[in-house]
């Protein structure tokens, strides 16, 4: 075998290509990272905070605050996750040479995960707005948190199998 100019034996390219392969995993290992603890941290209380906040935004009339007031929580919390996610990811990706990479999770889970953490946080506003129960909210609060961390746990099995 022949690599710029430089000839192999076969015993040299098999190695050679031993090596790609344990690169490639490498890869794969490192892109199925779990993503900065305190930023796993930060999106778990995200959304646990976006159900009641956004059942604030939402509600008939003034509820433990006024709608303005949880309208400036509600951005102040955007704003603050997604400065916080780009910190995260710029970090992350000088630490590590890869980007956070939620797409290397089972489509299997992203995908409901994708439609239903929405309709769950969605879902939860408009039964209180409807009820005026804050159980829906503290429900919504807790499942979603539930769901971060299972995600997180999912990325921390799928590097120890990678690597």
């Known amino acids: 075998m022949e690599s710029n100019g430089v000839s192999l034996t076969p015993e040299q390219a098999r190695a050679v290509l031993a090596d790609t392969e344990r690169v490639r995993v490498s890869a794969v290992a490192l892109s199925a990272t779990p993503w900065p603890t305190w930023f796993f941290i930060t999106l ?4 646990a905070a976006l159900p009641i906040t956004l059942g604030g935004v939402m509600a008939d ?8 007031a949880w309208m400036a929580v509600m951005l102040t919390l955007i704003a603050a996750y997604g400065a916080l ?3 995260a990811a710029r970090s992350w990706r000088n630490k590590t040479g890869v980007a956070l990479r939620p797409d290397v999770l089972p489509k299997r889970a992203t995908v409901p995960l994708a439609v239903g953490l929405p309709l769950l ?3 939860a506003s408009f039964a209180f707005r409807a009820t005026e129960q804050p159980v829906w909210l503290i429900a919504a609060s807790l499942i979603g948190a539930a769901v971060s961390v299972g995600f997180h746990l999912t990325f921390v099995r799928l590097h120890r199998r990678a690597a």
């Open 121 to 123: 946080l969605l879902g």
């Open 85 to 87: 996610f780009a910190v």
């Open 61 to 68: 009339r003034d509820w433990l605050l006024p709608r303005p």
């Open 44 to 47: 778990t209380l995200y959304i």
